[in-house]
């Protein structure tokens, strides 16, 4: 057994283990939220992002003359160091908590202090020479810190899922381009409908994944309103003249990040229209996504009794008993993550209106279940361009054999002949197995020189060219 060390908080002493740098708080927030399992560390955009707001609180400090030089730049150092990933494992708070983040920010500000000691040569818990509260939390609550935090990790989650959105759809357009001259059959409600191209169809998944990036772009951007300098409610009680400015200043240039002070820090501080808006297009995100999956599983279904118009990548064997069977599991995947992310939405939109007059205590909610969507959806987007879409093959003889059997093309026929008679053509080819194209041939309805370019499935894929 570790040897321990003795620290005391309002409610009493107790011992923490000697090598552990968090403090007493976290201890006692370890035996109140044995929740989810799941630590602080988990997310480390979070934990990168404390760091983010304590190193820029220490740096502001040591401008100001409100902290000693040397215990700034330890706090300092020690926040740097968290940021390059050192001591994330000292995070251990569980991701769901009471006290609207009060146990992750003081987490931080125990793991921060105790590193400051060291640095300066103190034992941990040597309080007396660098604080939890006094120093690393200067100027600060939990209310004010661990919002602006969330906000800098889900800015940064959205970073790496708009790249990971540009991947997909990028990925889709390549495939368009390849299919560009590949003539299909359109579908409405299952049905057969008119003639399309293959590039057309994946073109507009591609156009799906940009128009929500907009969405998710928009959202992150509006996290970087922040009430950072409100301290408790919003109104700055206990911060040091012109510590909000220089704060926002020090944390901007640190994350590379426009954070701009928030136009009502009370607001800010109880409002969660951010979390919402982006949440939003996570959730519009994840339903289009798996829109577009279904697609994907539908058009490659068969080999012979589905629509086999594409052939999506095997890259798995698909059964434990079937031989030969390869089935659509990177869609399949993809699918589970999007559902994932609307019932998350639901969470977080319950949590966000849960929040009482100058506070919303369900944050940690909000925040754990944001970033889960966003890193989820980044990696679905991944796999889904790098495992799946790539890979696709269009199945042309199959393709090509749908359009010209389809009773679908006798709407060509419509300006010509009349939408009755186009409907009895229609009918006859459905009932015979004829093709359009022969029963009109045969009929001599149309004259054979106006036939094959009413009737050019090209042509009515592209009927304004």
């Known amino acids: 057994m570790s040897s321990q060390r003795k620290e005391h908080d309002l409610i009493g002493e107790r011992a923490v283990p000697q090598d552990a740098y968090y403090g007493i708080h976290t201890l006692r927030a370890l035996e109140n939220f044995p929740l989810t399992g799941i630590p602080l560390f988990a997310h480390p955009e979070l934990v990168v992002a404390l760091a983010c707001v304590k190193q820029a609180a220490a740096l502001a400090h040591r401008d100001l003359g409100t ?3 040397s215990s700034a730049n330890a706090i300092a150092d020690a926040c740097r160091e968290i940021r390059e990933g050192r001591l994330h494992e000292q ?10 983040g009060t146990s992750a920010n003081m987490n931080a500000n125990e793991v921060i202090a105790n590193r400051a000691l060291e640095i300066l040569g103190h034992a941990r818990g040597s309080y007396d020479s660098v604080h939890p509260n006094d120093d690393v939390n200067r100027a600060q609550s939990t209310n004010d810190v661990y919002p602006t935090a969330v906000k800098l990790a889900l800015h940064a989650a ?10 997909l759809a990028h990925a889709f357009e390549d495939r368009g381009g390849a299919f ?10 299952l049905q057969d409908a008119v003639p399309m191209t293959l590039g057309q169809e994946f073109d507009v998944f591609a156009l799906t994944v940009r128009d929500d990036a907009r969405l998710v772009r928009s959202a992150a951007d509006a996290l970087c309103e922040i009430n950072l300098g409100g ?9 040091d003249p012109g510590f909000t400015r220089a704060v926002i200043a020090h944390l901007a240039e640190l994350t590379s990040v426009a954070v701009r002070p928030a136009r009502d820090r009370i607001e800010s501080t109880q409002g969660m229209g951010g979390f919402i808006q982006l949440s939003s297009a996570l959730r519009q995100f994840a339903l289009r996504l798996s829109k577009v999956c279904n697609d994907l599983r539908l058009l490659g279904s068969g080999p012979h009794a589905g629509l086999s118009e594409i052939r999506l990548p095997a890259v ?13 599991v990177v869609p399949e995947a993809v699918n589970q993550v999007c559902f994932d992310v609307v019932g998350a939405d639901a969470a977080v939109c319950a949590a966000a209106q849960a929040g009482q007059l100058q506070l919303n205590a369900f944050e940690p909610l909000i925040a754990h279940h944001l970033l889960n969507s966003a890193n989820r959806l980044a990696a679905a987007c991944r796999i889904l361009a790098e495992r799946c879409v790539r890979g ?5 003889q199959r393709l090509r054999g749908l359009v010209e059997g389809s009773a679908g093309l006798a709407t060509a026929l419509n300006p ?7 409907s009895e053509l229609a009918q006859r080819s459905i009932e015979t197995g004829r093709p359009v194209r022969e029963l009109v041939a045969h009929s001599g309805l149309v004259p054979s020189e106006d036939l094959d370019r009413l009737l050019d499935p090209w042509r009515l894929a592209h009927p304004e060219q």
């Open 91 to 100: 995070f251990v708070v569980d991701v769901l908590q009471g006290g609207a």
């Open 67 to 69: 902290l000693p030089h």
């Open 316 to 328: 798995q064997a698909g059964s434990s008993i079937m031989p030969g069977k390869v089935n659509p």
């Open 180 to 189: 560009a001259k590949t003539v299909k059959l359109g579908r409405t409600q």
């Open 231 to 239: 301290t408790a409610i919003g109104t700055g009680l206990n911060t």
């Open 158 to 167: 959205s970073r790496v899922l708009l790249d990971a959105m540009a991947e």
């Open 416 to 422: 010509v002949v009349g939408y009755r008679c186009a």
């Open 392 to 396: 696709i093959e269009a199945n042309e």
